[in-house]
Each structure stands twice: as C-alpha cells, then as structure tokens.
C-alpha cells in the first residue's frame, strides 16, 4: 500500500472524525480515552481548530497518514515544540486505523515524518510507549529511536499493569 503524509487542514476534519470513531475501542486497549465529549462533532471541531492553530504558531505539526485513495489511515504529530539548549525540541505521537496494523505503515509514516522535517530547525523528538506494545517500539527503533529509560512507575490501564519506555531521536 502506497501512502502518503498531509498536513492536517480543517477540510479534513469530517474524514478524521469518522476515523477517530470507528477506531476509538482499537486506539483505547494502548492509550487512554480521549473522554466522550471528544467525539461529540461539535467538540471534535473545536479542540482540532486549536490545533490547527498550534501548527500555526510552530508549536506542533499535524500530519495525517493517507493510502493511494487519499483516505486517511492514521495520523502522527510532532506536539510541544519548544526550544532547548539552542535547538528545536518536540514529542511525537501517531495513531494507525486497526485495520492497518502489522503491515508496515507506522514505519513508513514515521519515515516520511523524518523526511519532511529534516530541513526544520526540529533537532530531537522524544517519544514514549508501554512496555506492552512491542510494535511501537519496534517502529520507532527502526526509524533510529533510542531507548533511553523505561520509566519505575506502574499505573494499571485496561487491567495490566504498565511502564511507559522512553525514546529519542536526535537529527544527525
């Protein structure tokens, strides 16, 4: 499958919300619930204006994962861009539609991720897992992702208990 990375723009908004709800029992077994009000559609719209103006203002940017028939699959985020020690900082996050999974995409999308933001001032992102989702890790180790600590604190989602797995990339 052929994909492509877009740039979140408010005509996408109807598409992602269809998205986001037919995946939301998938999304919810690896993080935790947006909260219902989130996918009431008039919320949706406001909490993605704000970040359209986020990626505005250089504080985040918003891609959308799309296959050949520009039908969005996934998205992945550079949130919290900040500066430090001289260089552009952020956190990075992405979601794929289930059925999407084990296929690859994640990888790609973090690849083009990368790609398009090697010519920014963004000199690390830090990115974050569960102990339990090992595809996570695996994509972001494939895309040069350093783990750099697994975090000692447990907190129980789903009826596991978890540790969150700290990773970095630095631009080189």
């Not at 723009?9 to 219902?36: A, C, H, I, M, Q």
């Not at 690849?111 to 996570?136: C, G, P």
């Amino acid at each position: 499958m052929d994909i492509v990375i877009e740039k979140l723009e408010e005509k996408d908004f109807e598409n992602l919300y269809t998205f986001e709800v037919e995946n939301r029992p998938f999304f919810e077994k690896f993080v935790p619930s947006r909260g219902d009000d989130y996918y009431k559609p008039e919320v949706f719209k406001v909490k993605n204006k704000h970040l359209l103006d986020e990626q505005d203002q250089g504080l985040s940017l918003f891609y959308l994962i799309k296959d050949e028939h520009h039908s969005i699959i996934g998205r992945i985020n550079v949130v919290d861009i900040h500066y430090s020690n001289k260089n552009r900082t952020g956190s990075l996050g992405y979601r794929l539609a289930q059925a999407c999974t084990g296929k690859g995409i994640a990888a790609r999308a973090l690849h083009l991720l990368l790609q398009t933001i090697v010519d920014s001032d963004i000199k690390e992102i830090h990115a974050k897992t569960t102990n339990n989702n090992t595809a996570s890790q695996k994509v972001l180790e494939k895309n040069g992702f350093e783990h750099i600590e697994t975090s000692d604190h447990e907190f129980e989602m789903n009826g596991q208990l978890l540790k969150f797995m700290n990773y970095k990339w630095i631009k080189k």
